[in-house]
């Protein structure tokens, strides 16, 4: 026996469901070679599969509406009968094909399947709408359905199907939240949007860490100008309105008056300065030749074991750049305030409010989603992208939403820290 053998034997049989695809795969192909047919396209074997079992599901639809199946005269009853069939044209995630529609002498036959006056197969919709949420514009779409599927589909039919998710957007943005929150990570993106002029508007961002240790996107809302500590307190008072009654730890940027924002809301909020924010500002201040060296530094900083032990790496990090880079000393300094919260966590916490990282991964793919379309036409086409984008989570990748690694350590921590707010949630 090969050691192949033995790891097949090992892993046990494979799913019958499974070899049943095979088999058909390779039926399908077998049949498309000695037919001298393609799988795809005007005419290829998965079209005619396609309508096969479309008409064979509509038949057996009219089957259970009579009473009885096609030819078995001796199980009719009542006088309503079969009446031929009518032709038409529904679009699939094969291309469209051609079906023909069994009728009933009554009339009273309705299918589910292919609906009356529907043009499209349920299947074909999603197909648009995922390709909407990986950035391609209409005109990307409708050229992309005509070749892979030979697909005449306009731009409009296009934006009509992505417009069916603008309801539960809508339902989404004003969804009650939980009562307490261990943890929220804010930031924003600044996407373009035509309102008379094209403009660069900020887009707030908001995601919580709910008490089972889920990261969820709390809130998402287009600004009208530029990123401020205003439009951050109109956006997160939201929030509170839809029963957001604690936050024990926010992080986010340095956005001047954010901090006094958040208190505003939740007096008892810790609020954490996100520390790639601030090394990444630093960095702007200094020549690239010397980031290794800087970082290196300021990682003593941040990762101190107390306020005390940070003072003393921060000072002689002071003594090494100030003349060089006086600019980032200063805003360290200015930032201290913010910054050291960080140093009282155990590393446990440390962990879940180090970066706003989680957000920026999301910000990352609405750039990859918003980079192709150049701006939007209104708010709600931006965030009807950016909603779709959320809620199509990629496999076997990072995404937004999903379980915190390590929560349950974490929680026992934000318990030792926090005990009385977390148990007013019960």
């Known amino acids: 026996m090969t050691s192949e053998d033995t790891a097949a034997d090992s ?6 469901h499974d070899d049943l ?3 058909v795969a390779r039926e399908l192909i077998d049949k498309a070679r000695e037919d001298g047919v393609s799988l795809v396209g005007p005419n290829g074997l998965l079209r005619q599969v396609t309508k096969t079992v479309l008409e064979s599901a509509l038949n057996g639809e009219l089957d259970d509406h009579l009473g009885y199946e096609k030819g078995d005269v001796a199980e009719k009853f009542g006088v309503n009968e079969r009446n031929g069939s009518s032709s038409k044209t529904v679009r699939t995630d094969v291309g469209d094909v051609r079906i023909d529609v069994p009728r009933d002498r009554d009339g009273t036959f309705t299918p589910q399947i292919v609906p009356k006056y529907a043009r499209r197969v349920e299947g074909f919709d999603d197909t648009v709408i995922s390709l909407y949420a990986k950035g391609l514009t209409t005109g990307e779409i409708q050229a992309h359905l005509a070749d892979i599927y030979d697909a005449r589909v306009s731009r409009e039919l296009i934006s009509k199907i992505t417009d069916k ?11 009650p939240l939980d009562r307490v929150y261990p943890v929220v990570l804010i930031d924003a993106i600044h996407v373009k949007i035509r309102d008379g002029a094209v403009a660069n508007r900020p887009v707030y961002i908001a995601v919580g860490i709910t008490l089972a240790g889920e990261r969820d996107v709390l809130g998402m809302w287009v600004g009208t100008g530029g990123e401020g500590a205003k439009g951050w307190l109109n956006h997160l008072s939201d929030l509170k309105n839809r029963g957001v009654e604690d936050i024990l730890i926010v992080a986010c940027d340095g956005v001047k008056g ?12 810790e609020v954490q300065l996100c520390v790639v924010h601030l090394v990444r ?3 702007r201040y200094a020549s690239k030749k010397y980031w290794p060296a800087i970082t290196k530094r300021l990682k003593l900083i941040y990762t101190a074991p107390t306020v005390e032990a940070a003072e003393v790496e921060f000072t002689e990090f002071c003594a090494e750049w100030e003349d060089r880079y006086p600019a980032m000393i200063r805003l360290w300094r200015h930032s201290w305030e913010q910054f050291t919260p960080f140093l009282a966590y155990p590393p446990e916490l440390r962990k879940l409010v180090y970066t706003t990282n989680a957000i920026e991964s999301l910000n990352s793919r609405f750039r990859q989603a918003t980079r192709r379309r150049g701006h939007f036409p209104n708010e709600q086409a931006a965030l009807k992208v950016l909603y779709l984008v959320i809620k199509n989570p990629l496999k076997n990748r990072s995404n937004i939403t999903g379980k915190v690694v390590g929560w349950k350590q974490a929680l026992n921590t934000l318990a030792m820290h926090y005990g009385d707010r977390l148990d007013a949630q019960h």
Do not use: H, K, M, T
């Open 281 to 283: 500002a630093s960095l």
């Open 21 to 23: 695809d095979v088999r």
């Open 11 to 16: 892993a046990g049989p494979a799913p019958a």
């Open 165 to 175: 998710v603008v309801d539960d957007l809508n339902s989404w943005q004003i969804r």
């Open 258 to 269: 954010l901090p006094e924002a958040i208190s505003a809301l939740w007096p008892q909020a």
